[in-house]
């Protein structure tokens, strides 16, 4: 028969086993949150960069404009329009025009804030942020042997 001493020490154990248990969920979410952002961040920079590449010989702000929606579209894999696609090209057009018309380089707040336009639309209007976009994966593709 256990003791009251043993039953406080087993009352003890299972407490700090539950305080445990709870410290490792919610730093589990925190790491979730964190990988999510890191992972949106250089999403981020990785397109911005391709866009930037993209608009970077352009002599005009139509073919500068162009060349981002073009690289956007290859970049997502859109090879046909839908009345979708050309409303998420649209509204990033105010993220190319910033980029373009930066041409000496002291403009970072304007495209950062277009970008985050840009994101939030997006964010309100399909229900999910825009990076996510890129976590599509492509389907395997069966290997046939002869």
Do not use: C
């Not at 919610?26 to 920079?45: C, G, Y």
């Amino acid at each position: 028969m256990p003791t009251p001493f043993l039953l406080e020490l087993r009352t003890a154990a299972e407490s700090a086993k539950a305080v445990e248990t709870s410290f490792r969920q919610e730093a589990a979410r925190q790491i979730a949150v964190l990988e999510q952002d890191r992972a949106f961040a250089f999403r981020r920079l990785n397109f911005m960069q391709m866009i930037a590449d993209a608009m970077a010989a352009a002599e005009s702000e139509d073919i500068a404009v162009a060349n981002a929606f073009a690289a956007l579209r290859t970049r997502l894999g859109w090879d046909a329009d839908s009345e979708a696609r050309s409303e998420v090209i649209s509204h990033f057009a105010p993220v190319a025009l910033a980029m373009f018309r930066d041409t000496n380089g002291n403009q970072s707040a304007i495209i950062r804030a277009a970008l985050a336009d840009f994101e939030h639309w997006y964010s309100e209007a399909r229900g999910s942020g825009f990076w996510t976009l890129f976590e599509q994966q492509m389907p395997d593709t069966a290997v046939v042997d002869f």
